[in-house]
């Protein structure tokens, strides 16, 4: 295999608890270079744990992170380099359920604070490379304002632009609308499909089932701690071989249905 071929990330026997709460039980995925990889599952299944061990935001008790061309990181060493540590971390880059914006800096400074301070990049550069981005998303008149003067679906654009600005090979986002209002959704998802398109690699945590369908190139379904089936959208969404998945479609879709009154809706082990 040539090295272009190789995934971008490759992620093997990633393991996490907490206390005695097993939260990721050897997850194993791969990412190629311009894929998008959606993950779904219930709340507490550990979706955005594996987020956070990718971006550096925690550290997994076992398992290896691998990025094609470096850094490897084998979390099951006894001791994983703090440079390790620091590459890893540079290789991806975050966009919360919430925007986390810093609510005193401007646009402008919550953009450019990230490759100015962490990476060193000359301000007059960090500003040029902010404006260039908020201008894609349409927000260049917004530069100047403070998070709160923007709609949520606003700040979460700038979110974006954040994670962009830091020009990361990998794009990580956790259910990056599940917090705005109805009608706010749509144009955070124009960027992301806009970003998709343009060939980013994206690990995208969503229950915009629609949306998944269209951009994901693979799904990956967890519950539990671990991946109880993968698949191509149009198989997976649609027809789900696991009944674990299927169940957990079918709330998603029909969330008004209540709970089963037949009392079967508990899978036996
Ligand atoms: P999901 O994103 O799928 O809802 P999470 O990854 O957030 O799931 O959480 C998985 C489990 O890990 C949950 O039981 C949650 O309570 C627990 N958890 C997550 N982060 C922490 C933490 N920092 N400390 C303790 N428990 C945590
Ligand atoms: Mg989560």
Same mark, same amino acid.
């Given at each position: 295999?040539?090295?272009?071929?190789?995934?971008?990330?490759?992620?093997?026997?990633?393991?996490?608890?907490?206390?005695?709460?097993?939260?990721?039980?050897?997850?194993?995925?791969?990412?190629? @270079?311009?894929?998008?990889?959606?993950?779904?599952?219930?709340?507490?299944?550990?979706?955005?744990?594996?987020? @956070?061990?990718?971006?550096?935001?925690?550290?997994?008790?076992?398992?290896?992170?691998?990025?094609?061309?470096?850094?490897?990181?084998?979390?099951?060493?006894?001791?994983?380099?703090?440079?390790?540590?620091?590459?890893?971390?540079?290789?991806?880059?975050?966009?919360?359920?919430?925007?986390?914006?810093?609510?005193?800096?401007?646009?402008?400074?919550?953009?450019?604070?990230?490759?100015?301070?962490?990476?060193?990049?000359?301000?007059?550069?960090?500003?040029?490379?902010?404006?260039?981005?908020?201008?894609?998303?349409?927000?260049?008149?917004?530069?100047?304002?403070?998070?709160?003067?923007?709609?949520?679906?606003?700040?979460?654009?700038?979110?974006?632009?954040?994670?962009?600005?830091?020009?990361?090979?990998?794009?990580?986002?956790?259910?990056?609308?599940?917090?705005?209002?109805?009608?706010?959704?749509?144009?955070?998802?124009?960027?992301?499909?806009?970003?998709?398109?343009?060939?980013?690699?994206?690990?995208?945590?969503?229950?915009?089932?629609?949306?998944?369908?269209?951009?994901?190139?693979?799904?990956?379904?967890?519950?539990?701690?671990?991946?109880?089936?993968?698949?191509?959208?149009?198989?997976?969404?649609?027809?789900?071989?696991?009944? @674990?998945?299927?169940?957990?479609?079918?709330?998603?879709?029909?969330?008004?249905?209540?709970?089963?009154?037949?009392?079967?809706?508990?899978?036996?082990?």
């Amino acid at each position: 295999m040539s090295p272009t071929d190789a995934p971008l990330l490759q992620v093997t026997g990633l393991e996490k608890s907490f206390g005695d709460n097993r939260v990721l039980e050897g997850v194993d995925l791969s990412v190629r @270079r311009g894929d998008v990889l959606v993950l779904i599952g219930p709340s507490g299944s550990g979706k955005t744990t594996v987020l @956070r061990c990718l971006n550096g935001l925690e550290t997994p008790d076992a398992g290896v992170v691998a990025f094609d061309g470096g850094p490897v990181v084998d979390f099951s060493a006894p001791k994983v380099s703090k440079a390790d540590r620091t590459a890893l971390r540079d290789r991806s880059a975050m966009v919360f359920q919430h925007h986390n914006l810093f609510p005193h800096l401007t646009v402008l400074q919550n953009v450019t604070e990230g490759p100015i301070q962490a990476h060193g990049v000359p301000k007059a550069d960090a500003i040029a490379r902010a404006e260039t981005l908020l201008a894609r998303v349409g927000l260049a008149e917004k530069r100047d304002a403070y998070p709160s003067e923007l709609s949520g679906g606003q700040q979460q654009r700038v979110g974006i632009v954040r994670a962009l600005a830091l020009q990361p090979q990998l794009l990580l986002f956790d259910e990056p609308t599940s917090a705005l209002d109805p009608e706010l959704v749509g144009e955070v998802l124009t960027v992301l499909r806009e970003l998709a398109n343009e060939g980013w690699t994206m690990v995208i945590v969503t229950h915009e089932l629609g949306f998944a369908r269209e951009v994901a190139d693979e799904v990956l379904f967890f519950d539990e701690g671990v991946i109880v089936e993968r698949g191509a959208p149009a198989d997976l969404l649609r027809a789900p071989k696991k009944e @674990r998945t299927r169940r957990f479609l079918n709330r998603l879709l029909h969330p008004l249905d209540g709970p089963d009154p037949t009392g079967t809706s508990e899978l036996p082990e």
